[in-house]
């Protein structure tokens, strides 16, 4: 379209050349020489009508060829565009006798127009057969059926995870997160586990170094410690201190024990825990909301039994069995031929651990309780190690 413009003056030049045609011959040129009416030397441009004719015709033709609208713009170009062949013809015609240009004039700017009519005719028609042939093409069938493609999907630790605090939410609970790196007061201290207490080498634990910018600190003063945490216990007390009771809190997440890993243990894993602070929640109510639970999680029906056991933060303090998944209690090589599985620890919370939260034990009691993820996830899915479950192993990933 750019040499339109410049073309359409050109041609109006010419047309008003044609029209006061007897201008340039009885003008009067002194000093200069006139340029000799149709002479030999007129650029060879002896074009009749007819050839105008015959130069329309070809150039219809070569416009219906033009398959693209690439080549349809080239053939423009080729025409009608500044060194076109129409231009030229016309521009050739300044030179000719006032006669010829009467003729040629005329016949060249309708050439012309014909020409350009015929570009957009087919550029019209070539742009709706790209349509069409992209409408072809592209069209997208959506009953078809597409190959498979791999999406991956959600770690089977990760979906139990979810599973289990939809379950305590649906009971009341609310779910809280807590740090990994914590201190040696929120983890053993304020939990009724003193340093000198025997029971804190039930925790093998990962201690950190303070970094140097800390040691200046009032807190490198104390002699609380950091650790990776061993348990999610850490922010019982903390919660305690935040809020007023009734307390239902649910927190799972990542512990760490320094100790040798084997067929059910890991340096890293997860922890469910959980408590109830009110005044007047029983073990029997721990009782009957963890075996809702495992009811849930594992989808048949389960016995469960509390036995008596020992723990720092509890008192009393009970084992949480329920009867084995796979062989229903009648015994096979999971449960050890016992009917049962070991599931968690758990009990009322100590008396110590409450005033420590800043509760009254005389007015406020509750129960809390602990279990493995993974744990849970090799019972519901069948694993037989625990140690496929930080695998990254795809052959193990991808049966799920
Ligand atoms: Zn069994």
Redesign the pocket.
Known sequence: MENSIPDKKRSSKIKNGADSAQSPATQAHPGKRSAPVNGPNNGGAAIGVADVDKLVADALARIAAAGTPEQLEKTRLNLIGRKGVLPLALRAIKDRSAEDKRRLGPALNQARTTVEAAVRQRALSLSKSVFESLVDDEAIDVTEPLPRTALGHIHPTEHVRREVEDIFRSMGFEVVRGQEIDDEENNFDLLNIPASHPARDLWDTFWLKKPEAFKESSVAATKNRLLLRTHTSNMQVRVMRDRTPPLRIVNIGRVYRYESTDKTHETTFNQIEGFIVDESTTLGDLRGTLHTLFETIFGQKLVTRLRPSYFPFTEPSVELDMS?T??KGK??A??KNT?WLEIGGAGMIHPNVLKNGGLNPNKFQGFAFGMGLERITMFKYGIDDIRWLLSADLRFLEQF
């Open positions: 084995c796979f062989c015994g096979c999971v449960c009917g």
